[in-house]
């Protein structure tokens, strides 16, 4: 057979391979360490992951109207976190396209995610929405550019400081 058609139809198939590797293969994998571990979500779906059931579940929330003296507005803002805290208990395994997130609500978890500097948590990716409120600030930068910055903050909350400021 002639090498010309050879060639593009070995990288198509590479292209499938690495293509149902990641779509399908690696969540599949993740998702059963996870379930092996007792930690369970709602099913991965092949590309969209959970964002068409979120959406869904954020549509049924805004529908309702909301209670005028009622602080507990979880299932409003996060009804996904609401209705699947509920369901499948804390915490909890759901998908962004073929991006697993893992849903903690155990303080010392989280105080464990949010002190570890090791890089074994990333950080999320910033929502370009936020990053027109929130700017280049401490909230959306990681790394160097984040240990800069937070040199430069921390001096502003040195104990002498805050107490030489006059607050009245």
């Not at 990716?125 to 430069?152: C, D, Y």
Request: net charge positive.
């Amino acid at each position: 057979m002639n090498p010309l058609i050879l060639l593009p139809i070995a990288f198509l198939c590479i292209y499938l391979l690495k293509s149902v590797n990641s779509i399908i293969w690696i969540p599949w994998k993740i998702q059963n360490h996870f379930k092996k571990q007792g930690v369970t979500g709602p099913g991965y779906r092949p590309i969209f992951g959970n964002s068409a059931e979120i959406r869904r579940l954020f549509v049924e929330a805004q529908s309702k109207p909301a209670p005028l003296h009622h602080h507990d507005i979880l299932h409003r803002v996060a009804p996904f976190y609401h209705r699947w805290s509920n369901m499948y208990g804390r915490p909890f395994l759901y998908w962004f396209g073929s991006n697993p997130r893992l849903a903690i609500s155990d303080p010392d978890m989280i105080k464990e995610v949010a002190m570890n500097t090791s890089g074994s948590f990333d950080k999320i990716g910033f929502n370009p929405m936020s990053k027109v409120l929130f700017g280049q600030g401490l909230v959306g930068l990681t790394g160097e550019e984040w240990a800069f910055h937070r040199r430069i903050a921390n001096q502003a909350f040195y104990m002498e400081r805050v107490k030489a400021a006059d607050l009245q």
